[in-house]
C-alpha cells in the first residue's frame, strides 16, 4: 500500500496533459505532432501507473487505495475514490487500451488532431474515474460525461451518417441516465449518504427495491447493451472512428456491467432475484438474436457490434446467475471482449484505412497481400469464437457452467450463441480473407507495418493471457465475488424466511 | 519424458509458423518432423512403461479456478493415454515425413508444417488431459486444426466452404459434449476423471423428470457426451463433413480425417467407461448409431467415383464399427480397431495421395485404371491396406473386426444382434468398394491419361512401407489388448461384471467366427465381376436399382436436407430480425418514433409562434380574462 494518491493521479493526469496541448501553439504541423507525443506520453504514464495499482494489489476483499475529501458533508456527498479488485482491473483495461486508441489513429485522423486527442483524455480521465468512483453521486458524475467525449468523436471525426449516430447515441444513454439519477436520489434519501461502501450495507425495503431496480436496470441495459435497447450501437460504432469504436467496445459496454456488479446486484439483492428470470429471457433473446442478426450484416463493423451484444448477453447471464462461476465468469468474459472486440474494431480500421470501405463484398482473397494481418485476425476471431485457450473460452465456460446449474434449458439456449458465433465469424473470415480476388483493389493492400505490429502484439498478449493462465486475473477478484455472494445468500434467505 | 513429447510439436509448430524466414523453406519442414519423430521415440518407451504398469499425472499450472470448478493443465499417461500416443505420434511422424514429399510443389510450406505440428499438439493434449476441461481444449484444437488444413488451399471456393462445414458441424456436436460437462460439473463439482469416476456409484439413482418420463442423470450424460463423441467422429447426422473434408490436402485426410482426430470420440467414450457403464439406454444408443452408421457409409461409399471420398465413407464406417464395439462394452475391442484401422487406413490414405500425385491431382476414378505397372510400390501398399480394411487373415483388420463382430453377437442383446447382422452387411460392402478402387485403380484397362504417371519420391514410400508393416502385423501384436483373462489396459477402462460381451466373443460358435471372412471374399467377388468381368453388367444394375443407386450416388440427400432445413430458415430469419425487428420495430417505435413525435408536436406549437403582436396581445387579453374570471368566481363563492 502507497500513501500517495494513486487514483486521483490516474484521474487528474490525462486532465492535466489534456490542459498542456490546449495551449500547444505554433504550426500547423508542430501542433499535430507534439499533441501526439503529448497524449501517448501521458496515456502512457497512466498505464504505468495502471500496472503499479495492479502490482501493490493486495488480495483481500473490499475497497483500497481510498481517498476522500468531504465536498458537502451535510448531505453526504464527498469526493471518494477506491478500488476492489473488479474495479482494479477495468482500470486497468481502460489504462491498458487509451495508448492502444492513440497509436491507431497515429495516421488515419487527419483533420483537428488537437482537439482529438484532447477528447481522448479526457475520456481516459473519466473511464477511470467510472471504475473507481466510490461515491454515488461522483460515479453518476464520470458515467454521464463519458457521453460527451464520446459524442463528439463520432459526431466530428465519423463516417457519413455521423450526426445521426451521435444523437442516436446520445437520446438512448442519456433516457437511461435521467431513471438513474431520480434513482440514486430515492436511494440517497432512504439511507443518508452517497457513500457507495455504505450502501453496499444497507437494506432497501422490498418494495423499495422492486421500485430502484427497472431504473438501474434500464439505464445499464442500455450501456451494455441489452436486446431491445441495443439499437444504438451498431449505428454508433459503423459511425465512429476505429479508435471510437475501440473504447465503446473495450471499455464503455464494460460501464453497464460493472454498474450490474457493482449497484443492481448487490444493492437491490432482492429485486434482483425477482427479475433474475426476466434477465435470462433478454440475455437469452440477445445472445439468439444478435447472432442471427450478425450472420446477416453486409458491413463489417456491424458484424463485429452485433457479437458484441450477444458477448454481453453472456455476461447478464453470468451476473445474474449468482454462483461464483458465473459472476467470475461474466467479468472474465467482460476482461476478455475488452480486449477482443477491441482488437477486431482495430484490424477492421487497419483494413479500412487502406480501402476507405467496411464492405465485406469489396474484399477477398486479402490473406495473399496481408498473410500477418490474416494470421492476427485470425487470432482474435478465434478468441470470438471463445475456442479454448482463447481469452474468450474461460468466461464463456464459467457462464454456462454456472446457467447450467440455475437451469439446463438456459445453458442450452446460451449454447447455441456459440454454434452462431462460429457461424458468422468463419464466414466473415472466409468471405474477406480467404477465396479469389475479385476486388482489384485488393491486388494494391500492403500488410502490417511497424507501428501497426506494434499495436496488435499487446492485445495478442493479453488474449493468450487471459485464455491460458486466467488465475492471475481472477486471483484479484475472487474474493469480493466470494463476499458479494455470501451476502446476497444471506439476504435473500433472510428475506424468504 | 511426457512434458517433452507433448511440448516438441508445439515448438515445432512455432518455429515453423512464425519464423518461417528464419529458418529457412528446408527447415521449415524439417524441423518439425524431426521434432515429431523424438516425440514418436518418446511415445514407445512410454508405451513400454505403460505397459509395465506405470501411471502418474504432471501437474503443469492452474488453468481456471473459481468456486469448484478448479481445472489444472496436467497431463496424464496411463495404459489408454500411451496407447493413443504411440498411434497419434506413429502416424503423424509418418504423415510429416510424406508430407515433405507430397507438398514439395506447394508455396506454402511452412504454414502446412505448422498446421499440421499444431494439430499434433492438440490432439497430445487431448488424449493426456487429466479432466474434462483439458480434453475439451484438445477436442476444439483439434477442430481447429481440421478446419485450417482443410481450407489450406484457401483459392478453392469448395474447400473453404467444407471447412467451415467441418468447423460448425462440430460445433453441434460440441455443444453437446460441453453440457455433457456442465452436467458432470454440476452433479460431482468436479471434473477430475479419477473424482468423478470414483463417485459415479453414488449418483447412478439420481434422476429428473422430463415430461413425466424420469431420465436418470447419467443416462443423459452420457448421451450428450456421446453427442460430442458423434460430431467429432463423424457419425450418422452429424457426419456430413467428413466427405467435404477430403478438399484438404491428401497427409491431412491420412492423419486427421482417418487415423487421429476422427477417432476422439472413441477414445472419449473409452475414457468415460466407468460412466457409460451404468448407462445402459445411452450403451444401447450408441450401439444403434454406430451400427447405422457402419452400413449407411458403406452404402454410400459403393457409388461414389472420387477416390478420397470413397475412403473418406469407409472411415466413417470403420468408426461406426468401433462405436457399436463400444455400445456392446467391447471398449477394448473398440480400441483395437482403432489402432489398426490407425495403420490401414492412414496407409489407403497415403496411398491415394501417392496415386493423386503421381496423376497431378487427378481423383477421379473413373480416369484411372491399370496403374499397376507405373506405381508397383504404391499398388502393393494399396493392396495390402485394402486387405487389412476387409478383415482378410493374417492382417490387421481380421482380428480386430473380428472380435467386434463376435462381441455384437455375443452380447446376446436385440441391440447387438442387429449391430451384429449390419455389421456383416457391411463388411460385404466394405469388401465390394475397397476392390472397386483396387481394380479401377490398378487394374484392368486405363481410362485416362495415365502416360506422365510415376513412382512416387522416397520420403512418399518410407511411410508406405512403415504402414504396410503395421497393417499386417499390428492385429498379431496388438492381440493382448483384447485379452480379457490378462488385464492389458490396467484398469483404464472399467467394465461392469455383467456386461460379459467381449468375454463371450471368444466362446462364440465357429460360423460367427468365419462369417466376416465369407462376406468379405464375396464382396471382392463381385466387385471383380463388375468391375473387371463385365463392365456392362454394371450399367444394367445401376438403371435396374436406379433408386438405391440414385440414394447412394447422392448420399441419402443429408446435405441438402440441411441446407433447406437449417441453413436457409436461419439466413432468412437473421435478415427477418434485422430488417424487420431491429430497423421495422425497435428503431421505428423506439428512438426515431420518439424524434419523430417530438418533431410533430414542436412542429404544432412553433405554428403557434407567429412573431405578429396583435396575436399575443389577443393570448394575452384571453388569459387575463380567463384568471379574472377564476378569481371572480372564487370571490363570489360560486365554485
Known amino acids: 500500500m502507497t500513501n500517495w494518491p494513486i487514483l486521483s493521479l490516474m484521474v487528474f493526469i490525462p486532465l492535466f496533459g489534456a490542459f498542456i496541448i490546449s495551449l500547444i501553439d505554433g504550426e500547423e504541423k508542430n501542433i499535430v505532432k507534439n499533441s501526439k507525443m503529448v497524449t501517448l506520453w501521458t496515456s502512457m504514464v497512466v498505464f504505468i501507473l495502471s500496472i503499479f495499482l495492479w502490482a501493490t494489489f493486495p488480495t483481500d476483499p473490499g475497497f483500497h487505495f481510498i481517498e476522500e475529501v468531504n465536498i458537502f458533508s451535510s448531505v453526504g456527498i464527498s469526493y471518494r475514490l477506491g478500488v476492489d479488485g473488479i474495479s482494479m482491473l477495468f482500470v486497468v483495461l481502460s489504462a491498458f487500451l487509451v495508448p492502444i486508441c492513440i497509436l491507431s489513429s497515429w495516421k488515419s485522423i487527419k483533420i483537428r488532431v488537437k482537439e482529438y486527442m484532447i477528447l481522448f483524455l479526457i475520456l481516459e480521465s473519466l473511464m477511470i474515474g467510472t471504475f473507481s468512483a466510490l461515491d454515488l453521486l461522483l460515479f453518476y458524475i464520470f458515467f454521464e460525461a463519458l457521453l460527451i467525449p464520446m459524442f463528439f468523436i463520432i459526431g466530428i471525426w465519423g463516417g457519413p451518417r455521423k450526426v445521426y449516430a451521435a444523437f442516436k447515441f446520445f437520446l438512448y444513454t442519456l433516457a437511461g441516465s435521467v431513471l438513474f439519477l431520480l434513482a440514486i436520489i430515492l436511494m440517497a434519501y432512504h439511507s443518508g449518504t452517497f457513500d457507495i461502501r455504505e450502501l453496499l450495507s444497507h437494506n432497501f425495503s422490498y418494495q423499495l427495491q422492486l421500485i430502484l431496480w427497472p431504473a438501474l436496470f434500464i439505464s445499464f441495459a442500455v450501456k451494455t447493451p441489452m436486446w431491445p435497447f441495443h439499437t444504438w450501437l451498431p449505428d454508433a460504432h459503423v459511425e465512429a472512428p476505429t479508435a471510437g469504436s475501440v473504447i465503446l467496445a473495450g471499455v464503455l459496454l464494460k460501464v453497464g456491467g460493472y454498474g450490474f456488479i457493482r449497484f443492481s446486484i448487490p444493492m437491490l439483492p432482492n429485486a434482483s432475484e425477482y427479475f433474475s428470470g426476466f434477465v435470462f429471457v433478454l440475455g437469452v433473446i440477445a445472445v439468439i438474436y444478435a447472432s442471427l442478426v450478425a450472420l446477416m450484416q453486409t458491413d463489417m463493423k456491424k458484424l463485429i457490434a452485433y457479437s458484441s451484444v450477444a458477448h454481453m448477453g453472456y455476461v447478464i447471464i453470468g451476473l445474474f446467475t449468482f454462483q461464483q462461476e458465473g459472476i467470475d465468469g461474466a467479468i472474465i468474459q467482460m476482461l476478455s471482449h475488452g480486449v477482443v472486440s477491441a482488437a477486431l474494431f482495430l484490424c477492421i480500421g487497419v483494413l479500412y484505412d487502406r480501402q476507405h470501405s467496411r464492405l465485406i463484398s469489396d474484399y477477398g482473397g486479402v490473406v495473399e497481400k496481408m498473410p500477418k494481418f490474416s494470421l492476427i485476425f485470425m487470432i482474435f476471431l478465434l478468441a470470438s469464437i471463445g475456442l479454448p485457450g482463447t481469452s474468450g473460452f474461460v468466461g464463456e465456460v464459467l457462464v454456462l457452467i454456472a446457467a447450467y446449474k440455475v437451469n439446463g434449458y438456459l445453458a442450452l439456449f446460451t449454447g447455441l450463441g456459440m454454434i452462431l458465433g462460429a457461424a458468422y465469424m468463419l464466414w466473415l473470415y472466409k468471405r474477406v480473407i480467404f477465396g479469389k480476388v475479385t476486388n482489384d483493389k485488393v491486388t494494391l493492400l500492403k500488410d502490417l507495418d511497424y507501428r501497426e505490429v506494434c499495436i496488435f502484439i499487446p492485445l495478442i498478449i493479453g488474449v493468450f493471457w487471459i485464455g491460458l493462465y486466467p488465475e492471475s486475473f481472477s486471483i484479484e477478484f475472487r474474493d469480493d465475488v466470494a463476499s458479494l455472494i455470501s451476502n446476497l445468500d444471506l439476504v435473500i434467505s433472510i428475506n424468504n424466511n | ?639
Open chain 2, 1 to 639: 519424458m511426457l512434458k517433452l513429447l507433448v511440448f516438441l510439436p508445439l515448438l515445432g509448430a512455432l518455429l515453423s509458423g512464425i519464423f518461417p524466414k528464419f529458418i529457412g523453406k528446408k527447415g521449415a519442414m524439417y524441423i518439425p518432423t524431426i521434432l515429431c519423430g523424438i516425440s514418436f521415440i518418446f511415445s514407445i518407451i512410454l508405451l513400454h512403461n505403460a505397459i509395465l504398469g506405470e501411471s502418474y499425472v504432471i501437474n503443469l499450472a492452474t488453468w481456471i479456478n473459481s468456486g469448484y470448478f478448479q481445472i489444472n493443465w496436467a497431463l496424464k499417461l496411463d495404459m489408454l493415454s500411451s496407447v493413443m500416443l504411440f498411434v497419434v505420434m506413429l502416424v503423424s511422424t509418418l504423415v510429416h515425413l510424406y508430407s515433405i514429399g507430397y507438398m514439395d510443389r506447394d508455396p506454402h510450406q511452412a504454414r502446412f508444417f505448422s498446421y499440421l505440428s499444431l494439430f499434433t499438439f492438440a490432439m497430445l493434449m487431448l488424449v493426456t488431459s487429466n479432466n474434462f476441461i483439458q480434453l475439451f481444449f484438445g477436442w476444439e484444437g483439434v477442430g481447429l486444426c481440421s478446419y485450417l488444413l482443410i481450407g489450406f488451399w484457401f483459392k478453392k471456393q469448395s474447400a473453404n466452404a467444407a471447412a467451415i462445414k467441418a468447423f460448425l458441424v462440430n460445433r453441434v456436436g460440441d455443444l453437446g459434449l460441453i453440457l455433457g460437462i456442465c452436467l458432470i460439473y454440476f452433479k460431482f463439482n468436479s471434473l477430475d476423471y479419477n473424482t468423478v469416476f470414483e463417485s459415479v456409484t453414488l449418483i447412478k439413482d439420481n434422476s429428473f423428470s422430463l415430461l413425466n418420463i424420469e431420465i436418470p442423470i447419467i443416462e443423459l450424460c452420457c448421451f450428450l457426451l456421446f453427442i460430442g463423441a458423434m460430431g467429432k467422429s463423424a457419425q450418422i447426422i452429424l457426419h456430413t463433413w467428413l466427405a467435404d473434408a477430403m478438399e484438404g490436402p491428401t497427409p491431412v485426410s491420412a492423419l486427421i480425417h482417418a487415423a487421429t482426430m476422427v477417432t476422439a470420440g472413441v477414445f472419449l467414450v473409452a475414457r468415460c467407461s466407468p460412466i457409460f457403464e451404468y448407462a445402459p439406454y445411452a450403451l444401447g444408443f450408441v450401439t444403434i448409431v454406430g451400427a447405422l452408421t457402419s452400413i449407411f457409409a458403406a452404402y454410400v461409399a459403393i457409388t461414389q467415383n472420387d477416390i478420397k471420398k470413397i475412403i473418406a465413407y469407409s472411415t466413417c464406417s470403420q468408426l461406426g464399427y468401433m462405436f457399436f464395439a463400444c455400445g456392446v462394452s467391447a471398449y477394448s475391442a473398440g480400441m483395437f480397431h482403432l489402432m489398426t484401422h490407425a495403420f490401414f487406413k492412414a496407409l489407403l490414405f497415403l496411398g491415394a495421395g501417392s496415386v493423386i500425385h503421381a496423376l497431378s491431382d487427378e481423383q477421379d476414378i473413373r480416369k484411372m485404371g491399370g496403374l499397376y505397372k507405373a506405381l508397383p510400390y504404391t499398388c502393393v501398399g494399396m493392396w495390402i491396406g485394402s486387405l487389412a480394411l476387409a478383415g482378410l487373415p493374417p492382417f490387421a483388420g481380421f482380428f480386430s473386426k473380428d472380435i467386434i463382430l463376435e462381441a455384437a453377437w455375443a452380447s446376446h442383446t436385440i441391440i447387438g444382434g442387429f449391430a451384429f447382422y449390419i455389421g456383416l452387411l457391411a463388411a460385404l460392402l466394405t469388401a465390394f468398394y475397397s476392390w472397386k478402387i483396387l481394380f479401377m485403380v490398378f487394374h484392368g484397362k486405363s481410362r485416362g491419361d495415365i502416360s506422365s504417371a510415376h513412382e512416387s519420391p522416397l520420403t512418399i514410400l518410407i511411410p508406405l512401407t512403415i504402414l504396410s508393416i503395421g497393417a499386417i502385423f499390428s492385429g498379431w501384436l496388438g492381440k493382448p489388448m483384447i485379452d480379457t483373462h490378462h488385464d492389458f489396459w490396467h484398469g483404464t477402462i472399467l467394465i461392469l461384471d455383467n456386461h460379459e460381451a467381449l468375454k463371450n466373443a471368444h466362446h462364440a460358435p465357429i460360423w460367427v467366427k468365419i462369417s466376416p471372412i465369407i462376406v468379405a471374399l464375396i464382396g471382392i467377388f463381385i466387385a471383380w465381376v463388375l468391375y473387371i468381368k463385365r463392365l456392362n453388367f454394371t450399367q444394367f444394375l445401376c438403371e435396374r436399382f436406379s433408386f438405391l443407386y440414385r440414394c447412394s450416388l447422392n448420399k441419402l440427400w443429408f446435405d441438402e436436407v440441411y441446407e433447406y432445413l437449417i441453413c436457409q430458415p436461419l439466413k432468412k430469419c437473421g435478415d427477418i430480425l434485422w430488417k424487420k425487428g431491429d430497423i421495422g420495430v425497435i428503431d421505428r417505435f423506439g428512438p426515431d418514433g420518439i424524434v419523430n413525435v417530438c418533431r410533430k408536436i414542436a412542429m404544432r406549437i412553433k405554428s403557434i409562434q407567429t412573431g405578429y403582436v396583435y396575436h399575443y396581445a389577443f393570448a394575452m387579453f384571453i388569459g387575463l380574462i380567463a384568471i379574472f374570471s377564476w378569481q371572480f368566481l372564487l370571490l363570489f363563492g360560486w365554485v
